[in-house]
């Protein structure tokens, strides 16, 4: 896949040991693992692989205890704090287990924060988040507060809050960890439709092999290691999972257009 | 983020807690005021102090008189005797130059004092008469409550000073000092006898005067004694003493004295008029170097204000210790704003949020808890001041010429001042929670479910 040719992610050597009291506790022993632009790459692993540290730690949360993350070339692991805010507004997108939506702020407020931090104008930054929400099939949902919508609409805000920006990286910390089935499925095709239009790189952290099913690459991790790494062709996603799930939707929009035929 | 957002952000976030944000901003509202309420009765006090010696005299005036008078020496501050030796300070026109050539003096102005008794009818009153340059005492602002300021040139033209005309009496009364009367001096025949002398039943002949003009009851620099032209007065004392001599015996052994220091003494007291304030105590200090005794107002106004500078600074701490007390109101509520609010910073800085951004929003949250209660306390005291103006200044009101119309004042710079003030006492009570929001390790704050 040439497409994938450029490394965006490049993990090396990378290990992290936490201290509890007087015991070290091992949460990754030595990780390699390189990540291309424009793939999805799903990081599977049961609770306590170590698959959130590594996450986190890529995202710039988190130091390492030896080894580097290089993103785009950087070594984020010496960014101070205040760069690594700084690279983060620029470069990274973040969808959370728990959605983390501003209770306060409607949809659209949501979507456009981190425009606010960039000091993008208002008026763009509207037009651009309720373009985004749009995208994520919100587009009636404008002025809802996050009380005021299901589970599977505020994660839909929060994909479209991490793509507001078209960052070239979002992480995902369980995205799916608090839906049921159907919607899983729902935000899945999300974030597979939105991740391939400009092609960015998706990362996203997970227990649920059916999450991995829409991944161009699936990286096994267990006890801290690397158990394997698995790529699939794209096409094979796409034909699989997203086109049969398209094609199981009739839109509105559908019927017109069938009714126009048939007359 | 540009400060518009963030100011909008803040204030959402303000208004969101609106119950602990109106309470926190109480407690800066009450420190304010009582800081500004505290300063601004040390301030009404200070303008008061002025007023009140502006009725004793004017500021820029110093009074000298010739320390060789009572035939003592003055010591100096420093303990020491004066450089000037004994005997050699003369009091003439030679020392009106003198003075007048130090710098910042107007002019200077020599006056002579003499008893004197007053006849009008056959009501009399003691009266010191004041020998003085008419020229030069035109120039002093004195207010006259009727008239004009004598000259040299009419009939033995005289000021009068309010307070004599009120002090007359009847000598052959039952009670003649009981009953004080006041006498129209401006349209009764006055005569005046230079010398203060009891003379056994018939007085002697005195001469008339003319009062030109009556010194106004506000001025009480001038309200004792009846103020005539130097070279007038001493023809006219001359020729009385000649009329009298047989009659003024027991003055004799102390005229000679003085007659043969006439030169040196010709005036017994001397005003000094500077052309500014500030330079009243450098003036001061050269004419006491010179051998003489000065006193000016600006000795008690210094005064004055030393003890109202210790009042403000006391009455300010009190006021200190409530805006204090608010302060850490701030930095509590912030505190605890944080702790609400942990997993908000943390998203926000996963998404994109810089250090600087999180840290201005909660500086400028508190700023902003410090500024509405700065401004709120301001308009508060107003009212403060006002009441304690308009109730404690009726009740003074009986208070004599010290009824001072305020109490309280509070100018445009000390409201502006308190508003800085108490909005920098948010920024500074802020400063450590919006630390504390930016160290926040944004993995913890996600993780908080």
Known sequence: ????????????????????????????????????????????????????TLLNMMAGLEKPSKGTILIKGEAIEKMNEKQLAKFRQ????????????????????????????????????????????KMVGLGDRYHHKPTQMSGGQQQRVGIARAFVGTPEIVFADEPTGNLDTKTSIEVMHIMWRMAREKDQTIVIVTHDPEVALYADKVVNIRDGDIQSVEDRPEDDVYEKFIKPYEESFITADDITEAASAAL | ???????????????????????????????????????????????????????????????????????????????????????????????????????????????????????????????????????????????????TMPSADGVNEVLMGF??????????????????????????????????????????????????????????????????????????????????????????????????????????????????????????????????????????????????????AVLGGIGAVSLFVAAIGITNTMVMSIYERTKEI?????????????????????????????VFGVIISYGISFLINSVLSGMSQGGGYYGVGFLSDIPYWLALLGIAFSTFIGLAAGYYPAVRATRLSALEAIRTE
């Open chain 2, 1 to 147: 983020m540009n400060s518009l957002e963030l100011a909008l952000m803040g204030i959402k976030n303000l208004l969101r807690r609106k119950a602990r944000t109106i309470l926190t901003v109480l407690g800066v509202i009450i420190g304010t005021a009582s800081i500004v309420v505290m300063v601004s009765l040390g301030l009404g006090m200070n303008k008061a102090f002025e007023q009140q010696l502006e009725e004793y005299g004017s500021l820029t005036m110093i009074e000298v008189y010739n320390n060789r008078g009572g035939g003592y020496m003055v010591m100096s501050d420093s303990g020491e005797s004066s450089s000037v030796p004994e005997g050699e300070v003369a009091f003439n026109d030679e020392t009106i130059s003198a003075f007048e050539n130090i710098e910042h003096v107007e002019f200077a102005l020599g006056m002579k004092r003499f008893d004197g008794t007053l006849y009008a009818g056959k009501l009399q009153s003691w009266a010191g008469i004041m020998a003085v340059d008419l020229e030069k005492f035109k120039k002093l602002d004195i207010d006259l409550s009727e008239g």
């Open chain 1, 1 to 52: 896949m040439t497409k994938h040719s450029e490394v965006v992610i490049s993990v090396k050597g990378l290990r992290k040991v936490y201290r509890i009291g007087n015991e070290k506790v091992v949460a990754l022993r030595q990780i390699d693992l390189d990540i291309h632009r424009g793939e999805i790459c799903c990081i599977l692993g049961t609770s306590g692989s170590g698959k959130s």
């Open chain 2, 346 to 374: 943390g998203v926000m800085k996963v998404i994109g949020a810089e250090l600087k951004d999180i840290k201005r929003l909660f500086l400028f949250e508190a700023a902003m808890i410090g500024f509405f209660g700065g």
């Open chain 2, 163 to 312: 307070q004599v005309s009120q002090n007359f009496y009847d000598p052959n009364s039952r009670n003649p000092y009981s009953n004080q009367s006041s006498v129209d001096v401006m349209n009764t025949k006055l005569e005046i006898v230079p010398s203060s002398s009891y003379y056994d039943g018939k007085r002697p002949k005195g001469f008339v005067i003319t009062p030109t003009g009556l010194t106004s009851d506000q001025d009480w620099d001038y309200a004792w004694d009846i103020y005539i032209d130097y070279d007038v007065f001493t023809k006219l004392k001359a020729d009385f003493d000649r009329r009298n001599k047989s009659n003024d015996d027991n003055n004799n052994g102390g005229r000679k004295r003085s007659r043969s220091n006439e030169d040196q003494d010709k005036y017994d007291q001397m005003k000094i008029s500077v052309d500014d304030v500030k330079y009243v105590q450098e003036v001061q200090e050269q004419v006491k170097a010179m051998g003489y005794e000065a006193y000016s107002l600006t000795d008690a106004l210094e005064n004055m204000k030393q003890t109202s500078g210790l009042i403000q």
């Open chain 1, 90 to 133: 620029r470069n990274i997108g973040f969808i959370f287990q728990s959605y983390n939506l501003l209770s306060a702020l409607t949809a659209i407020e949501n979507v456009a924060m981190p425009l606010i931090f960039r000091g993008m104008p208002k008026a763009l930054r509207e037009k651009r988040a309720k373009k985004y929400l």
